[in-house]
Every structure is written in structure tokens, then in C-alpha cells.
């Protein structure tokens, strides 16, 4: 069980640099499923695009492999807030987020290829921010356009975030203490990041 294959259906660089750092060996194979969806509700949003990516990856590769796959969503005030689709979108997100709380969702779905066996789930964590002035707002418009609400909670020089209730990687886009239960289902050991609570 040791040496199967992992492979990360993502190309986003914040959850290659935490399965790094928490000590895997993987392949990276991103999945480009349309993420447009009918779903409402968050939780179901994210198991199910997790789920969709990870199974697009499983159905393209051949031989064994785990495959990890997830999405994350930002939620203010009911609303769905995804990636920024311009640099005025980024700016309205911006201006929304400031001096809010709001929730952010990461799904996530491991499919072991050769058992046929998957699993799926999501964490929730509560995001507090600061109530930034106008000249500090504006250096963060357009700077984050690849991120779910525009903003990168691990950018300590945005001085965005203020608090955070839950999994801080869950933030970032891969749920640790979570992700480290599911992975001993499939045999796999992720190791404890520097700090798991920030």
C-alpha cells in the first residue's frame, strides 16, 4: 500500500505547498471540469465539485493511484463568493469582504483507483477581517484573482484576515485535521505541519 501513486487534482500552489509540507509525495494532475453548478447550499457545492475533479482525473489515468481533489468557497452574507472573474469583480469583492465575517467552505474527495473506493467531505471556518482604510484596500485589488474571495489568508502582508474560527487550512484550501483522518482510511500519513492552529 505504501508505494501507490498520489495524485493531486489541483494546480493551486497554496494546497501543493501544504501537501508538501506535510510530508507527501505526489503528482500533480490539475482537473478542468466546468465548476458552474445548480447546487445552493456550500457543503454540497464543494463535496460535489471535489468529487466531480477528482473523478475526472480517475477516469484519465491508468494503473493505481489515490487522487485528492477539493474546492473551496468563500460565504458572505448568504452569497456564494468565488474567484474574482475581473480586476472590478476583484475590487467589489474586496470592498464586500472588508470588515465582515464570513465563512469559507473547502470540500474535498479521495478516490483510491484501484479499490474503487472514495470518500467525501468538507470543513467550515469562520473568517474575521479588519476594517482596512481605502489606500490599504486598493493594493488588493487585482491581486488575488486565482483566490476564492480575492484575498490569500497565508499573504501575511495584505493585514487582511483578523481572526480565524476553525481549521486555518481550511482557509487555505485543504482541511489538516480532517484530511489527516481521512487519509489513515486509505493508508496514507500526512505529518503535522508547523503549526496547525494559527
Not at 64 to 73: E, H, K, N
Amino acid at each position: 500500500m505504501r508505494g501507490k501513486k498520489i495524485i493531486l487534482a489541483s494546480a493551486s500552489p497554496r494546497r501543493i505547498s501544504l501537501l508538501k509540507e506535510w510530508g507527501l509525495k505526489f503528482e500533480v494532475l490539475p482537473s478542468n471540469i466546468d465548476e458552474s453548478t445548480k447546487l445552493s447550499k456550500p457543503s454540497s457545492i464543494v463535496k460535489n465539485l471535489a468529487l466531480q475533479k477528482g473523478s475526472d482525473i480517475a477516469s484519465k489515468i491508468k494503473g493505481d493511484a489515490i487522487i485528492i481533489s477539493a474546492d473551496t468557497i468563500v460565504v458572505l452574507n448568504g452569497k456564494i463568493t468565488g474567484k474574482p472573474k475581473n480586476k472590478k469583480d476583484c475590487e467589489r469583492i474586496v470592498r464586500e469582504l472588508n470588515g465582515s465575517k464570513h465563512k469559507v467552505y473547502t470540500g474535498v474527495a479521495i478516490i483510491d483507483r484501484a479499490l474503487k473506493k472514495e470518500t467525501v467531505f468538507y470543513d467550515c471556518a469562520v473568517v474575521k477581517m479588519k476594517k482596512l482604510p481605502e489606500n490599504k484596500l486598493k493594493k488588493l485589488f487585482g491581486k488575488h484573482m486565482d483566490k476564492a474571495g480575492a484575498y490569500a489568508v497565508q499573504d501575511s502582508n495584505d493585514g487582511f484576515v483578523d481572526t480565524i474560527f476553525g481549521d486555518y487550512y481550511t482557509v487555505v484550501g485543504l482541511p489538516y485535521i480532517k484530511l489527516k483522518k481521512e487519509l489513515k482510511n486509505f493508508s496514507v500519513i500526512i505529518k503535522s505541519p508547523r503549526e496547525v492552529s494559527h
